[in-house]
């Protein structure tokens, strides 16, 4: 879903091909700038404020936000007797913020590959009460600047099948494109078979688009999805109704022009 998750470059299936093998380890790490104003809080106390917050991308993981030590409230942490190990950054010290123990993590002594996170503390995101880049609250999470979506209007013919049976068929779909993940037909509820779905309690924030909420088909639990509020990045499926899951099919099937054919204008 990124440079370093899914079909990314340093995920565990590229998508694309390197000129040649890679002369260095296989799990990467890669640290750069990230040019926000980010803040942190607990408890209406504002424990992180910074704008010389870093990302560090790592193999097969998402990207975790790291701020200088400088930049969070030393009055409002105290370290703890917990540490961890990790064999790509080394041994892991952690405080406590704000009466939340453990929402923070260094490394005091990184090793030499990782020098370039010695001075930075990273926060457990989920532990905080909330966050706000520059002026606006993040609700969905931090988003990854190399992650896109990016939604097209198709004249592709999009069947859905559930168990075989056919749900959906739509000329009216739109196709989403997610770094790192495959395409998918966002349709219109009308060219849905609506009395086979059965609403559900089920909901998924994802960061890139929204609040997500799911219906069942028969036996087959939330295989089917729509954003009735998406953020604005993915207004256009609005209210389409989108299908993945054991059991189901979706079959996108694009027409294209006889080889030697002049397309139209």
């Known amino acids: 879903m990124s440079l370093t998750l899914g079909s990314g470059p340093f995920g565990r299936h590229p998508a694309g091909v390197f000129n040649s093998t890679i002369d260095g380890p296989e799990h990467l790490l890669y640290f750069e700038p990230f040019a926000r104003r980010i803040r942190g809080l607990i408890g209406g106390e504002t424990?992180?404020?910074t704008t010389g917050g870093m990302l560090l991308y790592e193999s097969t993981?998402?990207?975790?936000?790291y701020v200088p030590e400088d930049d969070v409230r030393a009055d409002l942490i105290e370290a703890t007797g917990h540490s961890t190990f990790c064999p790509y950054k080394g041994d892991a010290s952690y405080w406590s913020a704000a009466g939340v123990e453990n929402a923070l993590w260094g490394y005091k002594q990184p090793i030499e590959t990782a020098e370039f996170l010695r001075g930075y503390v990273a926060p457990y995101w989920n532990l905080f009460d909330s966050w706000f880049e520059e002026d606006e609250g993040l609700?969905?999470?931090l988003r990854d600047p190399y992650h896109r979506v990016d939604v097209r209007e198709t004249g592709a013919h999009v069947t859905v099948r559930a168990n075989?049976?056919?749900?959906?068929?739509?000329?009216?779909?739109?196709l989403l494109f997610e770094t790192g993940i495959p395409a998918r037909a966002y349709l219109p509820l009308e060219d849905v078979r609506e009395d086979l779905l059965a609403r559900t309690e089920t909901e998924s924030v994802c960061p890139y688009k929204g609040t997500a909420s799911y219906w069942s088909v028969g036996?087959?639990?939330?295989?089917?999805?729509?954003y009735r509020n998406p953020i604005p990045e993915a207004g256009a499926i609005e209210g389409l109704v989108s299908f993945m899951g054991d059991g189901v099919e979706v079959e996108i099937t694009r027409l294209t022009l006889p080889s030697g054919s002049p397309s139209s204008e």
Not at 61 to 65: A, E, G, N, S, T
């Open 164 to 174: 075989g049976d056919v749900l959906a068929e739509s000329d009216r779909a739109r």
């Open 219 to 226: 036996e087959l639990a939330d295989v089917a999805w729509s």
């Open 47 to 49: 424990v992180v404020d």
């Open 61 to 65: 993981l998402k990207p975790v936000l």
């Open 139 to 141: 609700t969905r999470g």
